[in-house]
């Protein structure tokens, strides 16, 4: 089965920036937030991870902050940038520890389930 890449446009309808490539991140594990039809979680959200949600991702049983080897995963701090679930963005947001955005690397899709505003308010200054 072939994967269809969405077009790679961000939430400000712009071209979508690249999130990170250290750790390398997003569902095609290309540096980008970029999506497709059979991304389930909707990978969209360019988030820079802290303290307060890298305890509270691990405590709603997604551990990003151990390495798995195995999987090429270096385990993530403070600081790096993830491409993350848009609904686990929202649930976040909802318990009030949600993370920074960085819109310009936010894919469209990532509006399915997050409203702009909402994103918006933890927008990350790039300057």
């Known amino acids: 089965m072939t994967l269809k890449m ?6 400000l309808g712009d071209r979508l920036e690249p ?22 979680g909707s990978h969209t959200v360019c988030a820079v991870m802290t303290a307060e949600f890298l305890a509270y991702s691990k405590y709603v049983g997604n551990d990003l902050s151990t390495p798995m080897p195995a999987y090429g995963f270096p385990g993530l701090k403070p600081g ?9 963005f929202l649930q976040a947001h909802d318990e009030g520890c949600a993370p ?19 994103l918006e308010q933890y927008a990350f200054d790039q300057a």
Do not use: E, Y
């Open 19 to 40: 999130c990170s490539a250290d750790p390398m991140t997003g569902f095609f594990r290309n540096g980008a937030c970029d999506t497709c039809d059979q991304d389930q």
């Open 100 to 118: 920074k955005v960085n819109l310009a690397a936010t894919h469209l899709r990532a509006l399915q389930i997050v409203p702009l505003d909402v």
């Open 6 to 11: 969405d077009p790679s446009l961000n939430v």
């Open 80 to 88: 790096d940038r993830w491409c993350l679930c848009a609904s686990r």
